[in-house]
């Protein structure tokens, strides 16, 4: 059963960068059968899909986020990493990373979700 | 970018009723549709994935339907644990998108 468990700061300062980690129990992130990615939601809002990445380090970024974020993988320990720069107030949010499976006719979806992390952005 | 309308935002209901929740898309993404269940201070969960299939474990009494621009995801007997807010989301092109979300309150 694959889990994950974001970790990171929970407190950045504006116009620093935001650093997170998700680490993948249950299963290898090297597996050709899933995509990785990155929600975020803001204090009572919905929800925003940040980017994703694949094992070989194909990534995919939200235009709106594109020139300040980057995720990259590293195979050896299992996890996937989320940089968001040049932080305001407005990139507060619970920061969630999930697997993305890959069936046969594609993509299914995020499952599972790791459990999220708050992250105030804040002098 | 793939706007999406879910509709109603807010929708009160009783146990045992039967609800039906709305998601239009700007254009059309064929059946690459999924839905989610989000519970207070919980991450969300993925219920249904390309329109209409149930993910494993998911109860019988969720059901997706639509393809193109028009999608639903009814309960058939609201039960006291459905009580939550769900999402729509698109990956049928990039950015993924999501809807705004619809809280199934009690009525």
């Known amino acids: 059963q694959l889990q994950l468990q974001e970790s990171g700061p929970g407190l950045v300062k504006p116009s620093e960068t935001l650093s997170l980690t998700c680490t993948v129990s249950g299963g290898s992130i090297s597996s050709s059968s899933y995509y990785w990615g990155w929600i975020r939601q803001p204090p009572g809002k919905g929800l925003e899909w940040i980017g994703s990445i694949y094992y070989s380090g194909s990534t995919y970024y939200n235009p709106s986020l594109k020139s300040r974020v980057t995720i990259s993988v590293d195979t050896s320990k299992n996890q996937f990493s989320l940089k968001l720069s040049s932080v305001t107030a407005a990139d507060t949010a619970v920061y969630y990373c999930?697997?993305?499976?890959?069936?046969?006719?594609?993509?299914?979806?995020?499952?599972?979700w790791g459990q999220g992390t708050l992250v105030t952005v804040s002098s | 970018v793939i706007w999406m309308t879910q509709s109603p935002s807010l929708l009160s209901a009783s146990t045992g009723d039967r609800v039906t929740i709305s998601c239009r898309m700007s254009?059309?993404?064929?059946?690459?549709l999924a839905w989610y269940q989000q519970k207070p201070g919980k991450a969300p969960e993925l219920l249904i994935y390309?329109?209409?299939t149930l993910q494993s474990g998911v109860p019988s009494r969720f059901s997706g339907s639509g393809s193109g621009t028009d999608f639903t995801l009814t309960i058939s007997c609201l039960q006291s644990e459905d009580f939550a807010t769900y999402y729509c989301?698109?990956?049928?092109?990039?950015?993924?998108?999501f809807g705004q979300g619809t809280k199934v309150e009690i009525k």
């Open positions: 390309a329109a209409s």
């Open positions: 989301q698109q990956y049928y092109s990039f950015p993924w998108t």
């Open positions: 254009q059309g993404i064929s059946s690459y």
């Open positions: 999930a697997s993305i499976p890959i069936a046969a006719a594609g993509v299914v979806g995020f499952d599972p």
